[in-house]
């Protein structure tokens, strides 16, 4: 449906007293935060991306969609309230059908002064659908027709994905109440290597344990998507020999473009690809830079998608940028002690930027499609990239 999205002006929690219910805080636009800005491109080439707006199914495989506050010095007692307020404004005007939503990520400090808890997850996940639940615009997707539907009817799909497992401890069968909850897709590892595997931040990574074998085969069993955006290289190449179907990389890039661990060396991408999966191209500030564009940029972004549509295939490669409602790059300054993204990541020298011109919120989506038809892709692979090739992995995967 394209910008043709059935939004009716629905803010979160609007159906309860502010400053009664719940403390209100100054949060950001979610349109115009920052200079908005639109990729150059001619006025046909512009007519063919609405087109392609309109026919594709957009999906992105990792965002944040929430709206943040203004002030940082707040983030804690934010969190801790439990109101996540949902950027329904902004994802109106973003193109997208879908959207695997990263939620609270590692701030999710509800219950306790460190993230990833049980208790924490379970609270943000019922405060989160109790919002959705109270509108039409944005549905939860939990099966490929949800995804569908949101495009037909000019919705949003939602699919929660916890990024990390941490907070199923040793308990194969968290991982089903999780799915009942209606969660379809989860991180084995957050880079601090867990009861699972190794995580990327770990000088040594000794791949999947006995219990992560176990974690990977209830989840194919389940249905739920397996993401290894944040485990070690070890424990990557472990998991997708282990899973019986597809699995992805939800936000990432390729390290041979630059030398970070948050990126993936040719050998994942490889193995990847031959199990039938993909790998989402992230934006989230000071990851997917290259040497051509070591300031950080839609076209940095893009020198990964061209390096991995070359060597994975055009089959293999999507986009989850890994955006969000608010200052990204002061939250990694924030959260610098306890984030697995290095304020200073490794590699080669870079200009700073305070956010990616081009992909900054998930508004800016379009500006992917716009980049693409300027550089000559065709529409048919314009619609593999942008949603095809993570439709064709859930039908595999999801029950």
């Given at each position: ?8 002006g629905?803010?979160?929690?609007s ?7 719940y ?13 908005p ?6 006025k046909?080439?512009e ?14 495989l990792?965002d944040?969609t ?6 940082f ?8 309230q439990?109101?996540?307020?949902t ?16 939620l ?8 306790s ?7 924490s ?18 549905i939860l997707g ?7 539907r ?5 919705k ?51 791949g ?21 955006a944040?485990a070690?290289?070890q ?17 990432a890039?390729?390290r ?10 040719d050998?994942?991408l490889h ?41 994975i ?18 939250l ?6 306890e ?19 081009g ?5 800016e989506?379009?500006?992917?499609i716009?980049?693409l ?7 048919q692979e ?13 039908r595999?995967?999801?029950?």
């Open positions: 449906m394209g910008w043709n999205k059935k939004y009716n629905y803010k979160s929690f159906f309860l007293e502010p400053g009664k219910d403390k209100v805080f100054k949060l950001v636009k979610e349109i115009g935060r920052v200079e800005y639109v990729y150059p491109i001619s046909t080439e007519e063919k991306v609405m087109e392609l707006l309109e026919k594709s199914v957009i999906i992105s990792h944040h929430d709206v943040m506050p203004e002030d010095s707040e983030l804690y007692e934010w969190i801790r439990n109101r996540p307020f950027g329904f404004e902004g994802l109106s005007v973003s193109g997208l059908d879908a959207v695997f939503d990263g609270f990520d590692g701030m999710d400090m509800i219950t002064r460190y993230p990833w808890k049980w208790d997850v379970i609270y943000e996940l019922g405060m989160r659908f109790c919002d959705i639940a109270h509108q039409d615009f944005v939990q099966k490929v027709e949800d995804i569908l949101a495009h037909k009817e000019g949003v799909a939602f699919i929660p994905h916890i990024e990390g497992a941490m907070p199923i401890e040793n308990e194969l069968d968290r991982i089903d109440v999780l799915y009942g909850l209606g969660v379809r897709c989860m991180g084995l590892v957050y880079s601090d290597s867990n009861a699972i595997g190794g995580g990327l931040r770990e000088k040594r990574d000794g999947l344990t006995e219990f992560g074998y176990q974690v990977v085969e209830r989840m194919n069993k389940l249905g739920m998507l397996i993401d290894i944040h070690g290289d424990t990557s190449l472990d998991a997708i020999q282990a899973s019986k179907v597809p699995i992805v990389i939800t936000h890039g390729a041979s473009v630059w030398n970070s661990k948050r990126m993936k060396p050998e994942v193995a990847l690809a031959q199990k039938g999966g993909v790998i989402g191209i992230e934006a989230a500030p000071h990851t997917t830079m290259s040497k051509q564009h070591p300031k950080h940029s839609l076209e940095s972004v893009m020198d990964h998608f061209v390096y991995l549509e070359k060597l295939g055009i089959d293999h490669v999507t986009f989850g940028p890994d955006t969000t409602f608010g200052d990204h790059v002061g990694h300054k924030f959260f610098e002690k984030s697995s993204v290095a304020w200073k990541e490794e590699g080669e020298p870079y200009e700073t930027v305070p956010y990616v011109k992909l900054e919120n998930p508004s989506y379009p500006n992917i716009r980049w038809v300027h550089n000559g892709y065709s529409d314009i619609k593999k990239v942008v949603g095809e090739n993570t439709l064709r992995v859930l595999q995967v999801w029950k």
